[in-house]
């Protein structure tokens, strides 16, 4: 079941990174997008949706 969940999370961070590739961000100040975590990533993209 562990596994699952890593699978998933990997999933959901995959998509994110996408997603904000569409958006034409490609690395935070000081890192790639693949070095953030999920939590980061997700907070990273609601900065990115706000008006």
Do not use: H
């Amino acid at each position: 079941m562990t596994e699952t969940l890593t699978q998933n999370n990997e999933k959901e961070k995959n998509a994110l990174i996408i997603k904000l590739l569409n958006e034409g961000v490609y690395k935070t100040k000081n890192r790639q997008l693949y070095q953030l975590s999920f939590n980061e990533l997700k907070t990273l993209y609601k900065k990115i949706l706000q008006p």
